[in-house]
């Protein structure tokens, strides 16, 4: 079974600071959208997307892996300028009979600048889990980590918006076991993925 897959810290810096530069700068480009209306009460989004994992440790070696990422996300509004919730997210991929998954779930906090903002930036704390499975063997790890995203909001309508956004969970002291039994300590998980998401609010 082949463990784990990792990145070099070069590439995978590369696609961080180019998911960054595009949520940050795209909106420019874009005019005529609806105004959004005032952020209060419940929302969800539900986003969509592409990612690449980093699992990193002195017995890991291999080359950056794509794969299908999305997430899950719902809260309160605390103010105009914050929003409080949980997220759920999953990146997967197969190849050659060797099925991959990593994600989390985390508290998170969405911070905008006023009330009329569109670009915010995300800040969260959580749990990530990895698994990789082939021939019925496995191998996991479950750790704490940190979530970290930015994203502009363009409105559709005034409870609907449309979301590119790019985020990084990290959980920097992580244990892998094989089949149960710890095959290495002090290992990194990593998951950097990009896309669009709806909003509802």
Same mark, same amino acid.
């Given at each position: 079974m082949?463990?784990?897959q990792?990145? &070099?810290?070069?590439?995978?810096?590369?696609?961080?600071?180019?998911?960054? !530069?595009?949520?940050?700068?795209?909106?420019?480009?874009?005019?005529?959208?609806? @105004? &959004?209306?005032?952020?209060?009460?419940?929302?969800?989004?539900?986003?969509?997307? /592409?990612? %690449?994992?980093? %699992?990193a440790?002195?017995?890991?070696?291999?080359?950056?892996?794509? *794969?299908?990422?999305?997430?899950?996300?719902?809260? /309160?509004?605390?103010s105009?300028?914050?929003l409080?919730?949980? @997220?759920?997210?999953?990146?997967?991929?197969?190849?050659d009979?060797?099925?991959?998954?990593?994600? *989390?779930?985390?508290?998170?906090?969405?911070? =905008?600048?006023g009330? @009329?903002?569109?670009? #915010?930036?995300?800040?969260?704390?959580?749990v990530?889990?990895?698994?990789?499975?082939?021939?019925?063997?496995?191998?996991?790890?479950?750790?704490f980590?940190?979530?970290?995203?930015? *994203? =502009?909001?363009?409105?559709?309508?005034d409870d609907?918006? %449309?979301? &590119?956004?790019?985020s990084?969970?990290?959980?920097?002291?992580a244990?892998?076991?094989?089949?149960? @039994?710890?095959?290495q300590?002090g290992?990194?998980?990593?998951?950097?993925?990009?896309?669009?998401?709806? !909003?509802? #609010?």
């Open positions: 082949t463990r784990t990792g990145i &070099p810290r070069t590439r995978f810096g590369a696609v961080a600071l180019a998911l960054a !530069t595009f949520a940050t700068l795209a909106p420019a480009g874009l005019s005529g959208q609806t @105004e &959004p209306g005032p952020r209060e009460g419940q929302w969800l989004a539900v986003g969509l997307g /592409g990612g %690449i994992d980093q %699992i440790c002195a017995i890991c070696a291999g080359t950056p892996k794509s *794969g299908v990422a999305g997430f899950v996300r719902f809260g /309160g509004t605390m105009d300028r914050v409080l919730g949980g @997220e759920m997210d999953l990146w997967t991929r197969s190849e009979d060797i099925r991959q998954y990593l994600g *989390g779930l985390s508290a998170i906090g969405l911070l =905008y600048a009330p @009329e903002a569109r670009f #915010h930036v995300k800040g969260g704390l959580g990530m889990g990895f698994r990789a499975t082939e021939d019925g063997d496995a191998l996991t790890s479950l750790a980590g940190i979530n970290a995203g930015i *994203g =502009y909001d363009f409105a559709v309508k609907l918006s %449309i979301t &590119p956004f790019a990084l969970s990290l959980a920097p002291f244990d892998l076991k094989f089949n149960g @039994e710890l095959a300590g290992a990194t998980l990593g998951l950097l993925k990009g896309g669009l998401s709806l !909003t509802w #609010h």
